[in-house]
């Protein structure tokens, strides 16, 4: 229906000559901002690091378990993964040589500074993040 097709209409036209206009009273507005509340502020409550620690311990051991069962067996299931000879007769000569040439790069008192330098920030940035942790609201 069009506008106009609502004054056509008798009984419309009838009820809106009859109607006034509705107007709320002057202190309208001052008693319904006077009767909303104000919502209390919520403060974020910071979870204490040794329960993420805690829930993290499990998930940990249990990688670990799994890690250790699939690297040193030799199941038929696994045998697209290396098993213990690899370990004993490859790996090992290669992490020895690996820490050899690691030893020699880091002789150096520069690259020894720059490393504990290094290391140390960066522990205490991690220490830093997980012991201020911010909860968002």
Known sequence: MEKDDFLKD??????IK???LDSPSDDFVDRVMANIRQSPEVAGVKKPFY??????????GVALIVFVIIATSDMPLFNWLPGKSYFAHDLVPYLGTLFAVLKSAFASKYVSWIMLISLSAGFLFTVDKLVSRRTSV
């Open 18 to 20: 009859k109607s006034s």
């Open 51 to 60: 329960l993420l620690l805690k829930s993290a311990i499990p998930y940990t």
């Open 10 to 15: 008798d009984f419309l036209s009838e009820l």
